[in-house]
């Protein structure tokens, strides 16, 4: 994207910022969490099981000498959840700084969220894209904002997206592939969003964290050869700590407020697969992904 977007800064001090994570119980988001807490930014930490996230805010607050650290239930898998959660952060709060599309998670068979959603989709993509959206007014009224959406290199294996069954309802399941393809939807709607808020004070980017040792797999029901393999790999893998490391870049650095619709593995840009730049394919998935959530409640 060659769009020439207002530079985003933030101060190396954050004490001013609203910053949301969702996944933040866990892993990368709760590095990421830590990370802007020291900073003094008031942190937003997300996720779908309230006595684990309750957890890792006591985690988080105890280990940062300033800065405010909040509590969210918000199930990715459930569109009412999602609904709650953004109605719970717009009583709380009138902006929103900075919002990192984080949580994630890997399935081996495909299973149904109560929506009727095929799960990875669900909640790699579709809430996120429901999320942002019901969000929109408090990150477009701060005036400078960022999002940054956790997407993976897995995406490179993906050959396009069936936007017609994202669902995986016609054909034979395969979580590798749907991983791919949820993280391939991340780019998508990243460079659609860029293209959407361009010029309104909001950089919007996607992120590689690297192969880290989180529960991805663990959390979904990975198992047999993926589970194996990634048992193997799993001394070889970087830590929460360093995979949130790119995150964190994009979201603090001046270069991650200068740009957006990019794409950034090792806290630099990188060229995203030829499908993740194929504008006409990111316009039928955005319209897709609206059509899932609903017009009425990405708009109400």
Not at 48 to 60: F, L, M, N, S, T
Request: include cysteine.
């Amino acid at each position: 994207m060659d769009d020439a977007v207002r530079l985003v800064c933030f101060p190396s001090r954050m004490n001013d910022a609203i910053c949301l994570i969702t996944g933040a119980n866990a892993g990368i988001g709760l590095e990421t969490a830590r990370a802007l807490a020291a900073r003094g930014a008031t942190v937003v930490m997300a996720g779908r099981d309230p006595k684990k996230v309750e957890g890792a805010v006591c985690q988080v607050g105890g280990s940062a000498a300033s800065g405010n650290v909040e509590p969210l239930v918000c199930n990715l898998a459930s569109m009412r959840s999602i609904e709650a959660a953004a109605s719970e952060f717009r009583a709380r709060h009138t902006k929103l700084d900075l919002l990192i599309n984080n949580a994630g998670l890997f399935l081996s068979d495909r299973i149904v969220t109560e929506d009727g959603f095929e799960s990875t989709i669900a909640i790699n993509h579709l809430g996120h894209f429901l999320l942002t959206h019901l969000l929109s007014d408090r990150i477009l009224g701060s005036g400078n904002a960022r999002v940054v959406n956790v997407s993976s290199n897995a995406h490179y294996s993906a050959k396009g997206i069936d936007v017609d069954d994202v669902h995986a309802g016609k054909r034979r399941y395969s979580g590798v592939r749907a991983y791919a393809e949820s993280k391939l939807a991340n780019v998508l709607f990243t460079r659609a969003l860029a293209r959407r808020w361009s010029g309104r004070g909001v950089t919007v980017n996607a992120v590689h964290p690297g192969v880290v040792n989180t529960r991805i797999a663990a959390d979904g029901d990975a198992r047999g050869v993926i589970k194996l393999l990634w048992d193997i790999g799993r001394p070889f893998m970087l830590s929460p700590a360093d995979g949130a490391k790119t995150s964190l870049y994009v979201a603090t650095s001046d270069e991650g407020g200068a740009v957006t619709g990019r794409y950034f593995v090792k806290s630099a840009q990188r060229r995203p697969s030829r499908y993740a730049l194929d504008n006409a394919l990111a316009e039928r998935l955005w319209e897709a992904s609206e059509r899932a959530v609903g017009f009425e409640r990405s708009h109400g």
